[in-house]
T-cell receptor
Framework: QKEVEQDPGPLSVPEGAIVSLNCTYS??????FMWYRQYSRKGPELLMY????GNKEDGRFTAQVDKSSKYISLFIRDSQPSDSATYLC???????????FGPGTSLSVIP | DTGVSQDPRHKITKRGQNVTFRCDPI?????LYWYRQTLGQGPEFLTY????????KSRLLSDRFSAERPKGSFSTLEIQRTEQGDSAMYLC??????????FGPGTRLTVL
């Protein structure tokens, strides 16, 4: 079993839709949870960063972490074509540890 | 633009040749990480520096790989005797105290 799992997609939605991206992990030691967005042939871009369980909102993006079920979600409201990218779930154990990435979910937002 | 730069952006080499990549981090970030990413996968950790000290190396980092960070500034990643399986995107990231890791654009290596 991989430490971090995501549905690879591809996920295709119409512009304006609410997108739900999900991730599960197996290591209960993970404390910090990040979502990265990666456009084709570019480096990952940090999108959201949360510590422990709970919700965090930033503009159209909301990250949810449920440590009891080892489940992480990213919601995108009013999705735009510019949101078309691969979304990487990325937990880590401490504030300085290496990040363990999931395989990513490919998202296409159709105009 | 995250402020992390990598050079070169693309490298094509023949099997058996040595290659070296460079990463220039955000100046105030003392942590520097190297990752490798193959098509359809998330980045995989290779090694990590705090200032000039190399604190952790992945089992992925075989004897043919070596990384340095002299004076805790830029870092280099060298691959000796390249193999076709080394073809990947090599990513550098630098980290803050709160472990918000910022990635560079990557160096895409193709081994023929």
């Amino acid at each position: 079993q991989k430490e971090v799992e995501q549905d690879p997609g591809p996920l295709s939605v119409p512009e304006g839709a609410i997108v739900s991206l999900n991730c599960t992990y197996s290591n209960s030691a993970f404390q910090y949870f990040m979502w990265y967005r990666q456009y084709s042939r570019k480096g990952p871009e940090l999108l959201m960063y949360t510590y422990s369980s709970g919700n965090k909102e930033d503009g159209r993006f909301t990250a949810q972490v449920d440590k009891s079920s080892k489940y992480i979600s990213l919601f995108i409201r009013d999705s735009q074509p510019s949101d078309s990218a691969t979304y990487l779930c990325a937990p880590t154990k401490t504030s300085y540890d290496k990040v363990i990435f999931g395989p990513g979910t490919s998202l296409s937002v159709i105009p | 633009d995250t402020g992390v730069s990598q050079d070169p952006r693309h490298k094509i080499t023949k099997r058996g040749q040595n290659v070296t990549f460079r990463c220039d981090p955000i100046s105030e970030h003392n942590r520097l990480y190297w990752y490798r990413q193959t098509l359809g996968q998330g980045p995989e950790f290779l090694t990590y520096f705090q200032n000039e000290a190399q604190l952790e190396k992945s089992r992925l980092l075989s004897d043919r790989f070596s990384a340095e960070r002299p004076k805790g500034s830029f870092s280099t990643l060298e691959i000796q005797r390249t193999e076709q399986g080394d073809s990947a995107m090599y990513l550098c990231a630098t980290g803050t105290r709160d472990n918000e890791q910022f990635f560079g654009p990557g160096t895409r290596l193709t081994v023929l």
